[in-house]
């Protein structure tokens, strides 16, 4: 069992990086990657934690680029240089901007929340999720998918666009980094397979090394049409539940929700040795 997309609490995750270490480690998982929302600043930490332990940890991020329709985003996996560059900086005083006038439109519309009670929520990246769950916590809705479905996705209230980066600039770092720049979650990108099938030969064009064919949200038949897609190609598949703990308990470690257990075989000989 593998699984190489995760959130810590350095983003939007519940858990410490150490504690999704020993949790993969009591899970007898081969290989965990830690792929937090545009940081690496959970990475040290959880490098330390697997050092005695029979589990590969595999340093990853995962970063939002331009694209419409939905999000696009990118998993660097088996990065080498952790420190955040500019680039990473750069998108998280973007964040920040935008918090702020998110704290704005809500404080107008007789929400009381502060930064600090944002920067409370995460040891790293700020976004929606802790504006979902502060309206959680102090009673305005009942669960994180309410707030968004209701306030926080386009066209809601407190919803606000963000600058983000490129896909050209996600690959670049993600290579200068030392890692490989895989697609997260194709299949939650809104357009018919066909589609889907057209961005990703052009992605794989301009740099991107392969998909991640095995994700919570993917259905059994459409995973099965992705790793066909995948295989052909000749592209790096890879398998991960994003995990955020409990701000989305339906996820376990190592596993999807529909497909199941997360095998070896989607840990691909690229990512190998990772025992450093
Ligand atoms: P941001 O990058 O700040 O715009 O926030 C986007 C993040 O919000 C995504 O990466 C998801 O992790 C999370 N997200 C989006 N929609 C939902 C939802 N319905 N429920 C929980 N989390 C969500
Ligand atoms: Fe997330
Ligand atoms: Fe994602
Ligand atoms: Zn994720």
């Known amino acids: ?82 420190d955040d560059s500019p680039i990473i900086k750069n998108i998280n005083i973007n964040r920040k901007s935008r918090n702020l006038k998110i704290i704005d439109l809500m404080n107008k519309s007789g929400l009381k929340i502060t930064y600090s009670d944002l920067r409370k929520l995460t040891k790293g990246t700020i976004g929606r999720p802790h504006f979902a769950s502060w309206m959680v916590s102090n009673g305005y809705v009942t669960t994180i998918d309410d707030a968004f479905r209701s306030y926080l996705t386009r066209g809601k209230p407190f919803y606000l666009p963000r600058d983000t980066i490129s896909l050209e600039e996600a690959i670049d770092f993600i290579h200068s980094s030392g890692g490989y720049a895989q697609i997260a979650h194709p299949l939650n990108i809104p357009v018919n397979f066909n589609n889907l099938i057209d961005k990703l030969d052009h992605w794989i064009s301009l ?70």
């Open 1 to 82: 069992m593998i699984d190489l997309h995760t959130h810590s609490y350095f983003s939007d995750g519940t858990f410490s990086p150490s504690a999704i270490i020993e949790k993969a480690e009591k899970l007898s998982m081969t290989a965990i990657a830690i792929t937090d929302h545009d940081t690496t600043s959970g990475l040290a930490e959880a490098q330390k934690a697997a050092e005695n332990k029979k589990v590969s940890f595999i340093p990853g991020i995962e970063l939002s680029v331009n694209h419409n329709p939905g999000e696009l985003h990118i998993l660097g996996l088996g990065i080498k240089l952790w």
């Open 207 to 276: 740099g991107i090394d392969g998909i991640e064919a095995v994700h919570s949200g993917s259905k059994r038949n459409m995973t099965k049409r992705l790793l066909q897609y995948g295989t052909k190609k000749g592209c790096i598949i890879t398998g991960g539940s994003d995990f955020h703990g409990a701000n989305k308990p339906k996820i376990k470690l190592g596993r999807t929700v529909k497909v199941g257990i997360i095998s070896d075989d989607f840990l691909p000989r690229e990512l190998l040795p990772i025992k450093r």
